[in-house]
């Protein structure tokens, strides 16, 4: 792709003539396999479900912002960058809920999660109001190393975003829910243009039972046991 771009470039300003040899619409695609065909998947490392609760019971061991956005994220499913860039403005107390605008969201479209109580309290216990929820340095964001060197400390052999893979497979062998359900609580979109189009609910009241489900879980007011 760089060197298709690289070549163009010469051709506009006169470098060379001719076709692009490294062009892939229309001619390379047509004779080489696409990427994603030979790449191999690299899936984050994740906590094991029955982890999670002793895992969570020592992230209250720890000290730092990292570790109170590390339990945020884990208390709520959603992506390192989405709790790092966290702002008060966005939280709702009284409905327990926080909104992330499009723009900070990877599909660029407004997602709504519901706070379970364990996610209330933790927010509750912060004494600012202003700002970034977990801010870093001079009031900047975290980095995401910031979350991971939380993990790390606790000797934990994985990675912030694969708490969300332990969710879904908590979600998945232990609960009764939906798929569409618990998709929707990792603003996943699923199902095909068709049933998207006629779709337009966010399943928010569902979700909020799966998240306060999760959290209970997650905090160790529920054991798990399999549906």
Request: glycine fraction near 8%; charge should be positive.
């Amino acid at each position: 792709g760089r060197i298709e771009v690289i070549l163009d470039a010469a051709t506009a300003q006169g470098l060379r003539e001719g076709p692009n040899p490294a062009r892939w619409k229309g001619h390379l695609a047509l004779t080489l396999p696409a990427r994603s065909k030979i790449a191999p998947t690299k899936h984050q490392r994740s906590i094991p479900v029955d982890v999670v609760p002793a895992f969570y019971e020592g992230l209250l061991g720890q000290e730092g912002v990292g570790a109170l956005a590390l339990r945020f994220l884990l208390l709520t499913c959603v992506r390192s960058g989405e709790v790092r860039g966290a702002n008060w403005t966005e939280v709702d107390f009284e409905r327990r809920v926080w909104t992330i605008p499009a723009e900070r969201m990877k599909v660029n479209k407004e997602h709504r999660v519901p706070l379970s109580p364990a996610a209330v309290a933790l927010l509750s216990s912060i004494p600012a109001r202003e700002g970034l929820l977990f801010p870093g340095t001079k009031g900047k964001p975290l980095s995401d190393m910031t979350l991971t060197a939380v993990m790390r400390r606790m000797k934990i052999d994985a990675v912030p975003h694969g708490l969300r893979s332990s969710f879904r497979t908590w979600a998945a062998d232990y609960t009764n829910h939906p798929r569409e359900v618990c998709e929707q609580c990792l603003a996943h979109t699923t199902g095909s243009d068709v049933e998207l189009a006629y779709q337009r609910s966010d399943l928010f009241e569902k979700r909020r039972q799966v998240m306060d489900e999760w959290a209970a879980f997650a905090t160790g007011l529920t054991s798990a046991t399999h549906e």
